[in-house]
């Protein structure tokens, strides 16, 4: 076909040739080929592939040659036997999907590749529609081995419906060059897999642009910078289905220098999806019946999410996961971890209408909020949660911080535990700072409250449903506002409201405190330490009996304060004149 040879300069027909095989071709290769004029069949060495021949240089001086005219290569199917097959600006490669096979050759050594380029400026490639084979039974004692590789600054690659398999390393790997210097861009992967590789089926170490489309495998899908030198942002995936991805940018981190703006949709992963370092993410639909852990986030977006179990955390003290929205959270529990919900050393979170339950592990915790904050605070809010299983405490807060730092449970329930299980909500501080304000409004808890080592605690319209109590306990500096709290018990008796052991109370509100549908609550100030310009306000409480105000002293009571005596014969309760309780007859 000597019209070939005269549209590639300087080929000549026995360089590069068309043979008579392309008459024989499916008429679905011939759809796929498209015209004779601008497409360049190589079946010419297959008789000497299918023997074991090697067929790289064979097939690297067609692509030298066409890669300067845009010039399509297709290959037929069959297996073409190759290493380290070089690419060229505007080299492109397609085949007939899966039976078009290129397979690393025997005597494989590290940083070989199937299929790579000879460095930066490999601008304008198009691979479609084939697999490489990295026969990965042949890479003994090798470092890293790759099926596609990418490594510079090169712009503008297509990869289309092709499949990488058996490679000792990666299946794809696409990274910068010159310690970050050489970044690629403008990098699209859609309709293609991996499967049995050994490190990463999909890895995108360094990169400026990127879009990922209905990938799938069973191993790893990484984005991710190794060192702050490295560049990965402008990420754009959908549509993706592997064992684990991770996306990784270190642009929140202490080494971040800019915004590393990534989405992800429909990302479904076996066991475990990873955000770390990034700055400036939007992600939905993700589906993980294991865990889904964010490390040093900031400006992070989750919203339709169904996991196992959730984590946001730091790797470093002096960064701290930051700014993240979660929304449209289900959590249905994992039997090797602790927890439903946990945030390590975080602040600024918002979590709502979430469903969080735990697996079956002894001392699970639907909510663990551990760890450091930063001195300057922030805000955590949980609104619109349900804790429906746990076998240790509902929600649990552990935390050394300082009295800036704020967390927020508006409309939260957290449902009976499991048999064996303590507090449906418990704090414990520790170093030397009380754990800053907590605000409860509209909860609801089936099982004890105890609180412990806040600086402020407010409490509206919330209910402890059960046979259960409130403890505020061991603060060396409170502040208690409760205005609205109902104790419905499952049997006769009287629940219990203690402020125990606190040094320095500075405030206390205690009002609409009851028990539903009828009945009193006993209330104690024992061992608590009120401070001299304290003024309590208490206004709807009804106690059990007059000892409770016994530690409160009456200068510490403001003028109009009342309570109510369930049952009393004589009198109706008492009220406060600024000077003492008065007794209000019936």
Same mark, same amino acid.
């Given at each position: 076909?000597?019209?070939?040879?005269?549209?590639i300069?300087?080929?000549?027909?026995?360089?590069?040739?068309?043979?008579?095989?392309?008459l024989?071709m499916?008429?679905?290769?011939?759809?796929t080929?498209?015209?004779?004029?601008?497409?360049?069949?190589?079946?010419?060495?297959?008789?000497?592939?299918?023997?074991?021949?090697?067929?790289t240089?064979?097939?690297?001086?067609?692509?030298?040659?066409?890669?300067?005219?845009?010039?399509?290569?297709?290959?037929?199917?069959?297996?073409?036997?190759v290493?380290?097959?070089l690419l060229?600006?505007?080299?492109?490669?397609?085949?007939s999907g899966?039976?078009?096979i290129f397979k690393?050759?025997?005597?494989?050594?590290?940083?070989?590749?199937?299929?790579a380029?000879?460095?930066?400026?490999i601008?304008?490639v198009?691979l479609?529609s084939?697999?490489?084979?990295?026969?990965?039974?042949?890479?003994?004692?090798?470092?890293?081995?790759?099926g596609?590789?990418?490594?510079?600054?090169?712009?503008?690659?297509?990869?289309?419906?092709?499949?990488?398999?058996?490679?000792?390393?990666?299946? #794809?790997?696409?990274? !910068?060059?010159g +310690?970050?210097?050489?970044?690629?861009?403008? %990098? &699209?992967?859609?309709?293609?897999? $991996?499967?049995?590789?050994?490190?990463?089926?999909?890895?995108?170490?360094?990169?400026?642009?990127?879009?990922?489309?209905?990938c799938?495998?069973?191993?790893?899908?990484?984005?991710e910078a190794?060192?702050?030198?490295?560049?990965?942002?402008?990420?754009n995936?959908?549509?993706?289905?592997?064992?684990?991805?991770? #996306?990784?940018?270190? !642009?929140?981190? +202490?080494?971040g220098?800019?915004d590393?703006? %990534? &989405?992800?949709?429909?990302?479904i $992963?076996?066991?475990?999806?990873a955000?770390?370092?990034?700055r400036?993410g939007?992600?939905?639909?993700?589906?993980?019946?294991?865990k889904i852990?964010?490390?040093?986030?900031?400006?992070?977006?989750?919203?339709?999410?169904?996991?196992?179990?959730?984590?946001?955390?730091?790797?470093?003290?002096?960064?701290f996961s930051?700014?993240?929205?979660?929304s449209?959270?289900?959590?249905?529990?994992n039997?090797?971890? &602790?927890?439903?919900?946990?945030?390590?050393?975080?602040?600024?979170?918002?979590?709502?209408?979430?469903?969080?339950r735990?697996g079956?592990?002894?001392?699970?915790?639907?909510?663990?909020?551990?760890?450091?904050?930063p001195f300057?605070?922030g805000r955590n809010v949980f609104k619109?949660?349900?804790?429906?299983?746990?076998?240790d405490?509902?929600?649990y807060?552990?935390?050394?911080?300082s009295?800036?730092?704020?967390?927020?449970?508006?409309?939260? &329930?957290?449902?009976?535990?499991?048999?064996?299980?303590?507090?449906?909500?418990?704090?414990?501080?520790?170093?030397s700072?009380?754990?800053?304000?907590?605000k409860?409004?509209?909860?609801e808890?089936?099982?004890?409250?105890?609180?412990?080592?806040?600086?402020r605690?407010?409490?509206?319209?919330?209910?402890?449903?059960?046979?259960?109590?409130?403890?505020?306990?061991?603060?060396?500096?409170?502040?208690?506002v409760?205005?609205?709290?109902?104790?419905?018990?499952?049997t006769?008796?009287?629940?219990?409201?203690t402020l125990?052991?606190?040094?320095?109370?500075?405030?206390l509100?205690?009002?609409?405190?009851?028990?539903?549908?009828a009945?009193?609550?006993?209330v104690s100030?024992?061992?608590?330490?009120?401070?001299a310009?304290?003024?309590?306000?208490?206004?709807?409480?009804?106690a059990?009996s007059?000892?409770w105000?016994?530690?409160?002293?009456?200068?510490?009571?403001?003028?109009?304060?009342m309570?109510?005596?369930?049952?009393?014969?004589?009198?109706?309760?008492y009220?406060?004149?600024?000077?003492?309780?008065?007794?209000?007859?019936?």
């Open positions: 076909m000597p019209f070939l040879t005269n549209m300069t300087g080929v000549s027909a026995g360089q590069v040739t068309e043979t008579a095989d392309r024989f499916t008429a679905a290769e011939r759809t080929v498209g015209s004779f004029s601008n497409v360049m069949t190589f079946p010419g060495v297959q008789a000497a592939v299918d023997a074991g021949t090697n067929a240089a064979a097939i690297q001086a067609a692509i030298d040659a066409c890669a300067p005219s845009g010039i399509p290569l297709f290959f037929p199917a069959g297996t073409y036997r290493k380290n097959l060229r600006a505007n080299t492109n490669i397609f085949g899966r039976l078009t690393q050759l025997d005597g494989i050594a590290s940083w070989d590749a199937v299929i380029e000879t460095g930066s400026g601008h304008n198009r479609r084939f697999m490489v084979d990295g026969n990965k039974a042949a890479a003994v004692g090798t470092v890293q081995m790759h596609i590789k990418f490594d510079g600054a090169n712009d503008n690659l297509l990869i289309e419906d092709v499949h990488a398999k058996d490679c000792f390393s990666d299946g #794809f790997w696409i990274t !910068a060059s +310690s970050g210097a050489n970044i690629p861009t403008n %990098v &699209t992967l859609r309709r293609c897999s $991996a499967e049995n590789c050994g490190r990463m089926d999909f890895a995108l170490i360094n990169v400026n642009g990127a879009t990922v489309e209905d799938y495998g069973n191993g790893m899908f990484d984005i190794n060192s702050n030198a490295e560049t990965c942002k402008n990420i995936v959908s549509n993706l289905r592997f064992n684990a991805i991770t #996306f990784g940018t270190l !642009a929140a981190s +202490s080494t220098t800019s590393s703006p %990534v &989405t992800g949709t429909n990302l $992963a076996v066991e475990s999806i955000i770390w370092g990034v400036k939007t992600f939905s639909n993700l589906v993980c019946p294991g852990t964010l490390s040093v986030v900031d400006g992070v977006t989750l919203n339709s999410v169904h996991c196992g179990a959730l984590r946001t955390s730091s790797l470093e003290d002096s960064y930051r700014n993240v929205v979660i449209g959270l289900r959590v249905h529990g039997s090797t971890l &602790t927890y439903g919900v946990r945030l390590d050393n975080t602040y600024s979170h918002h979590i709502s209408d979430a469903i969080i735990t079956d592990a002894a001392g699970s915790r639907g909510i663990d909020l551990d760890g450091d904050a300057a605070g619109d949660v349900t804790i429906e299983k746990w076998t405490i509902g929600i807060i552990n935390a050394a911080t009295e800036n730092m704020e967390t927020v449970l508006e409309n939260v &329930t957290v449902l009976a535990g499991e048999t064996g299980s303590t507090n449906a909500l418990q704090h414990t501080a520790v170093g700072y009380p754990y800053g304000t907590l409860l409004r509209d909860c808890f089936n099982g004890p409250v105890n609180l412990g080592d806040h600086y605690v407010s409490i509206r319209d919330c209910m402890i449903i059960g046979d259960h109590n409130l403890n505020c306990a061991n603060s060396p500096v409170i502040r208690l409760i205005d609205g709290l109902k104790f419905r018990r499952a006769a008796g009287t629940p219990a409201l125990t052991g606190c040094a320095d109370v500075q405030e509100v205690l009002k609409d405190i009851a028990q539903e549908p009945g009193s609550v006993s100030l024992s061992t608590s330490v009120f401070g310009n304290v003024k309590a306000w208490i206004d709807g409480l009804v059990e007059t000892s105000a016994t530690n409160l002293a009456d200068a510490n009571v403001k003028e109009g304060s309570y109510r005596l369930r049952g009393n014969a004589t009198n109706w309760g009220t406060h004149n600024g000077t003492a309780w008065v007794a209000k007859a019936h």
